[in-house]
């Protein structure tokens, strides 16, 4: 089975300042990594995935996340935040199964962005 | 707006009361997938329907069932409901079941459910 850790529930960052949101995985077979932002009283929206090769992904927003496979992690990043960042981000892992993935999620991180 | 629609947006009842949440896919989306969101559990995955047919089962209570119509919208049903129920239930779609390395899932903004 997999799990996600997301070690940070809340990150205040101050506005044009860069950001990091820490994920880290654990799985004894090989994963596809998520990341997903729930803006207030909204669903998710995939920001992006890693499912092989390179491991730098880039995805909507300006965000992108590094797949580092000796330290388990899969961090997200953004050199430069907005006030329309503000919102709750999930880190997600699914073991590949023929279509059959399920994904399990992290607890969360609200990201808020200081004036 | 992803186009999945959830209805009701909110939901307030009693304990040991059945309750009937609906999902309406995207047009032309045949996946259809619940999860369930509460402060204790964190976001968990519930059931997936493709096409009429259950595909994958996750962390689903034999209180609550699901099931997807010809016209592929969904009812998410829960029923002799406890308080550790209340939680925000989301739905997604996606076009097929390719899984997620070719399928994206497009969230609806999910039913509230509080549990008195």
């Known amino acids: 089975a997999q799990s996600v850790t997301q070690l940070d529930s809340q990150v205040p960052v101050f506005e044009e300042a860069p950001v990091e949101l820490r994920c880290n995985y654990s799985?004894?077979?090989?994963?596809?990594l998520f990341w997903y932002v729930q803006y207030p009283n909204q669903g998710l929206q995939l920001l992006l995935k890693?499912?092989?090769?390179?491991?730098l992904v880039k995805g909507i927003n300006g965000f992108e996340a590094e797949f580092n496979k000796s330290q388990t992690s899969f961090h997200l990043r953004k050199p430069s935040v907005h006030i329309s960042d503000t919102a709750e981000y999930f880190c997600?892992?699914?073991?590949?199964?023929?279509?059959?993935?399920?994904?399990?999620f992290g607890t969360g991180t609200r990201l808020t962005i200081i004036p | 707006d992803s186009g999945v629609t959830q209805t009701p947006k909110h939901l307030i009842t009693a304990t040991g009361q059945r309750v009937t949440l609906r999902c309406s896919p995207r047009?032309?989306?045949?996946?259809v997938y619940w999860y369930q969101q509460s402060l204790d559990q964190g976001l968990q995955f519930l059931i997936q329907y493709y096409n009429g047919e259950e595909r994958a089962k996750g962390n689903i209570l034999e209180r609550f069932s699901a099931q997807q119509f010809p016209d592929l919208h969904s009812e998410l049903n829960l029923s002799s409901l406890e308080l550790g129920d209340s939680a925000l239930y989301f739905c997604?779609?996606?076009?097929?079941?390719?899984?997620?390395?070719?399928?994206?899932?497009?969230f609806g903004p999910g039913t509230r459910l509080l549990v008195l």
């Open positions: 997600a892992v699914s073991a590949p199964n023929f279509g059959n993935e399920k994904l399990t």
């Open positions: 047009s032309g989306d045949l996946s």
């Open positions: 997604a779609s996606s076009v097929g079941d390719a899984g997620l390395a070719q399928e994206t899932q497009y």
């Open positions: 890693y499912l092989s090769g390179s491991t």
């Open positions: 799985s004894s077979v090989s994963v596809y």
